[in-house]
């Protein structure tokens, strides 16, 4: 306010001076004789521009930059204001550019990009085998390596390890539910650098003593989701899977743990394994093998360093645990025993970046084509734009002229203009933020009902900020730059005499039709890539899963978590069977150990051998197996294509033989075309323990996208966390309650888990291909509007250019039918060219796309026919309206008009 | 219109600020004033026009060498008067003896031989 009334003082003494000048050299002139309009004129004359006197003059007042800035944002404001159509489009292909990209930005940012939230996390580095001696396929490292790598003080700071897993039933305050948790060696938290937000972390002493230590640390999300924030549970005694556990600690907001994707509820000591996982030793894990490991690297110690040490000491570590029985080993063995090496990788990013399935390999692909994708929109929306700011030049070309000839530099009319761009930009960056924010939570939502959940600590911090407002200056420099110089390159008099009769249009009608042409272009190419995941995904929904997933819901449970054992579990899993068939509603029901598209596989069997024949050739593989209870081929809509299915009687454990079922590619792969049936396997050399009395139809187990693999069905009331299906009349959804109270009444105390309908169970396994549709069809469908109201922006406005010519034709016998077509013609030539280009981009791009198509071919033809019909029929449309305005020219107005 | 310009010479750089400060020597004087004064003393060689003396005459009060007061002109008209201040004085003698050093080496290189026949 004081600078502006400063300003107005400034501005009238300036008026004063430059009146009083003139004054006196009008008196002056006078007493040398001129008349005093000729003394008048003349000193006028001799002063110059006063605008432009004025104008130079407030330039030496020193504040003037801001001055002029808050000028022209007050201008640029009121001509957006004055021109509400253009800045509502404008601003609203803006807002969903900028957002898109900013969301999607973030998601990778926090994905594949940042650094773990923990102290310096560039000295981290994680244990990988360099060379591994054949015969090893152990991936992990032995404990006695892992001990002496965490005895050894000189090199690094600390070494870990941790296993994710498993599900875990909480009970506090009487309430029972699952919660996902990690478990940690003790110098987990150390070699991180994470402190305790709250109480203490896990330290070496809490992780000495099997079972010694029930300590665990919860994570900030379960402590505000299950705690409300209390800062009282510190100290507080909860149940897991029945045994007291203390909570000494509460970890900061920003950790998630060392893999990016996952979200445990919280960690416990390794030494507390037996407690937290029902069933697992600390001695199996001692033999599977610790894996992965991570080390804290000491200052000023380079990798080179630290894996010449680890990997002496792994050699040294393998020579003693096979001791005297090397002399026995051949000289290679022995020489393969002595050459493995250990590899350190940085892990600041933290896990995940190699070979684990999970947020960074899973969605990465998808974010990177949905990287692509925004970045196109943005693309097309800045055509979009600077398209329409032409023909807004065009209709300022007036008003930009007299303000050239008013002695306005053109350096300064382009600021001005740009001004107008980085108010447009500005604005469209503030509301694409806030529609990142929505689409942030959107994509998060989707990316945790997958599957397998991914987690992300997502915040619009930043570098999302810095990453809008550089999107958002980009924005503004590649839409308003080139109409800005355009517009002011103005030949003088015949702008000011008729702007619409003036050559000058053509110049910029070429600008703007090549904008068009690339708006087409750029939104053809988006269609046809939504169009092919479109049409994966529905290729995926047709197929022919093996199963039918309607009207089937899925329970899980695990009753080892409130203290069941081996045959207690077996019964009470019988019992739960018997007492679900009585739900009203029910046709039958059953359950499996490995649920329909869960992930949950246990692949290592060891080796097949089929009683009586060779293994076939290739590369050996190994079956899947499937522990099933009965009814459940009939439960889940499998069709036994030969032989039997599993009666009573082959659940009895008495019976020595036991009956198997194979599926269609089993079958292929060991017998061909002969028939299976009476055929007996095993893993023991023999081959023999398992008769085979029936084949399935090959169903997706694991995935919808892979062929089915060999896969037996054993018949079997398996002692472990079991899923199991109910098949329904109707709705699924609606026996939920009646299944909670069904197993209420056998144990009240049983937590059930996943409970979903299988229908679900199929979307959420197609939870990348279900984004990546999704939200291609969106931008997709946003570019083919954007280049529509483009195309319609083009030929309005070549239309009002030529409305006298128009008029000419019409009065010399044109039909209405002739001037459409005219029109037509124009916007179809522009289409078909745009066509052209993104027909032959999108050819040589989609292949790029491959691995994330099903069914279709990079170039499909249902896609590249129909999109291009698709775009030309919206293009069409968009010509009509100015089409039918040029037939109803009335050529007497038109062509007196000028 | 161009022949009115062609007996002027341009004004170097800087020199514009020198001709004020000397021009404003001897009083104060106003804008009119200083571009006629200027205008007569180089015998209407150098025209001063406003577009050049007015941002001049801002620099140079924004420098501080010279302080402006509104006034009443020898024409009896309101009219805004600058002088030197006490920095312009000193500014003016300094840019005085640049000017002339500047003025001998330009002499010297144009008209070598009477500098010889001097040394």
Request: proline share 4%; glycine share 10%.
């Amino acid at each position: 306010m004081k600078l502006f009334r400063w300003r107005r003082r400034k501005e009238e003494e300036l008026d004063a001076e430059i009146q009083s000048y003139l004054d006196e050299a009008i008196s002056d002139r006078m007493e040398r004789g001129e008349t005093a309009e000729q003394a008048r004129a003349n000193a006028l004359i001799e002063f110059g521009n006063v605008g432009l006197v004025k104008e130079v003059a407030r330039e030496m007042w020193g504040c003037g930059l801001l001055e002029r800035l808050g000028q022209d944002l007050r201008f640029g404001l009121r001509m957006l204001w004055k021109d509400k159509g253009f800045t509502a489009i404008a601003l609203l292909s803006l807002a969903l550019g900028i957002g898109a990209n900013t969301a999607i930005f973030s998601i990778i940012d926090a994905a594949l990009i940042k650094t773990l939230p923990v102290k310096n996390p560039e000295r981290l580095v994680s244990l990988e085998r360099g060379d591994v001696p054949p015969g090893s396929s152990r991936d992990g490292f032995s404990h006695a390596f892992f001990e002496k790598a965490r005895m050894q003080q000189e090199l690094l700071a600390g070494v870990c390890a941790f296993w994710t897993g498993p599900r875990v039933n909480v009970a506090l305050d009487g309430q029972a539910e699952v919660a996902s948790a990690q478990r940690v060696t003790g110098g987990f938290f150390a070699v991180l650098g994470v402190n305790a937000l709250l109480g203490r972390t896990i330290t070496e002493e809490d992780d000495k003593v099997p079972g010694a230590h029930p300590v665990v640390v919860i994570s900030h999300h379960y402590w505000r989701r299950r705690f409300a924030s209390d800062p009282a549970v510190v100290g507080k005694t909860i149940l897991l899977n029945g045994h007291p556990f203390t909570i000494i600690g509460v970890t900061p907001p920003e950790f998630f743990g060392a893999i990016v994707g996952e979200a445990p509820d919280f960690w416990a000591p390794m030494m507390m394994t037996e407690q937290i996982s029902p069933g697992d030793s600390i001695k199996g894990y001692y033999r599977m093998g610790f894996s992965p490991m991570l080390a804290r690297l000491k200052p000023d110690v380079s990798e080179q360093q630290a894996s010449t040490l680890l990997t002496e000491l792994l050699r040294q570590t393998a020579l003693e645990e096979v001791g005297i029985e090397i002399e026995l080993w051949s000289p290679e063995r022995q020489q393969a025993l002595r050459r493995q090496s250990i590899a350190l990788i940085p892990a600041s990013r933290g896990f995940a970046a190699f070979g684990f399935p999970t947020a960074r390999t899973r969605f990465s692909e998808a974010l990177r084509i949905l990287m692509a994708v925004v970045g196109l929109i943005l693309l097309i929306a800045c055509a979009n734009i600077a398209n329409l700011s032409l023909a807004r030049a065009t209709a300022r070309q007036k008003e930009i002229a007299v303000r050239l000839a008013l002695g306005a530099s053109r350096f300064r009319l382009i600021r001005q203009l740009l001004t107008e761009s980085l108010l447009l930009a500005g604005l469209g960056g503030a509301l694409g933020l806030a529609l990142a924010w929505w689409g942030i939570s959107f994509l998060l939502a989707l990316m945790a009902s997958g599957r397998t959940p991914v987690y992300l600590n997502v915040t619009l911090d930043a570098r999302a900020l810095m990453f809008t407002a550089a999107a958002s200056v980009l924005a503004c420099i590649l839409f308003g730059l080139v109409p800005a110089w355009r517009a002011t390159d103005v030949g003088l008099t015949p702008a000011l005499k008729d702007s619409s009769r003036s050559a000058e249009g053509g110049a910029r009608l070429t600008a703007g039709k090549s904008l068009v042409v690339m708006q087409v272009a750029l939104s053809l190419s988006l269609l046809i890539i939504a169009g092919l995941f479109v049409r994966s995904l529905g290729k995926l929904y047709m197929l022919d899963a093996g199963f039918k997933k309607e009207n089937v819901l899925l329970v899980s449970t695990d009753p080892r978590m409130i203290g069941y054992q081996g045959k207690q579990v077996s019964a009470l899993y019988q019992r739960l069977l018997e007492r679900f068939k009585t739900i009203p509603g029910v046709r039958s029901a059953s359950l499996g150990w490995a649920g329909l598209l869960s992930e949950n596989w246990i692949k290592n069997l060891g080796t097949l051998h089929v009683q009586g024949r060779p293994a076939p050739p290739g590369s050996p593989r190994r079956p899947q197996l499937v522990g099933v209870g009965p009814d459940y081929f009939e439960t889940v809509g499998m069709t036994i294509l030969r032989g039997r299915s599993f009666t009573a009687r082959d659940f009895d454990r008495g019976s020595g033989q036991k009956a198997v079922i194979v599926n269609e590619a089993f079958a292929r792969y060991y017998f061909g075309e002969e028939d299976p049936i009476g055929q007996r396997f095993g893993y023991n050399e023999a081959g023999d323990g398992q008769e085979i009395v029936g084949v399935v139809k090959d169903a997706k187990h694991s995935s919808l996208r892979e062929p089915a693999q060999p896969t037996w069905y054993g018949a079997a009331f398996r002692q472990e966390a079991t899923t199991f299906q109910l098949r329904t009349a109707a709705d699924p959804i609606r026996i939920i309650a009646a299944v909670r109270q069904a197993a209420r009444e056998i144990d009240g105390a049983l937590p059930l888990y996943n409970i979903k309908t299988l229908a679900r169970q199929v979307d959420e396994s197609l939870a990348q291909e279900r984004l990546i549709s999704a939200l291609s069809s969106f931008f997709g469908l946003l570019s083919l509007s954007l280049a529509g109201i483009g195309l319609y922006g083009i030929l309005a406005y070549a239309v009002s250019r030529r409305t006298r010519e128009i008029g000419i034709r019409i009065s010399l016998g044109a039909q209405p039918g002739a001037v459409l077509r005219m029109v037509l013609r124009q916007g179809l030539i522009l289409t078909l060219l745009g066509v052209g280009i993104g027909l032959a981009a999108s050819f040589a791009a989609t292949r790029l796309l491959e691995s994330q198509l099903f069914g279709v071919t990079p170039t499909d033809p249902v896609t590249f026919v129909g999109a291009p019909i698709l775009l030309l029929t919206v293009a069409l449309l968009a010509g009509l309206v100015p089409a039918r305005r040029a037939t109803n020219v009335d050529p007497l107005i038109a062509i007196r008009q000028e | 219109m161009k022949a009115r310009y062609q007996n002027r010479i341009e004004l170097l750089q800087g020199t514009l600020d020198l001709l004020i400060l000397q021009t404003l020597q001897w009083g104060a004087r106003h804008g009119y004033g200083i571009a006629q004064a200027i205008r007569a003393g180089s015998g209407d060689v150098l025209r001063v026009d406003a577009g050049s003396l007015y941002p001049a005459l801002y620099r140079l009060e924004r420098k501080k060498w010279i302080k402006s007061e509104w006034a009443v002109s020898d024409k009896n008209q309101k009219v805004k008067a600058y002088s030197l201040t006490a920095a312009g004085k000193k500014k003016l003698v300094e840019e005085r003896s640049n000017w002339e050093r500047l003025s001998a080496a330009m002499a010297g290189i144009l008209y070598p031989s009477e500098k010889e026949s001097e040394a």
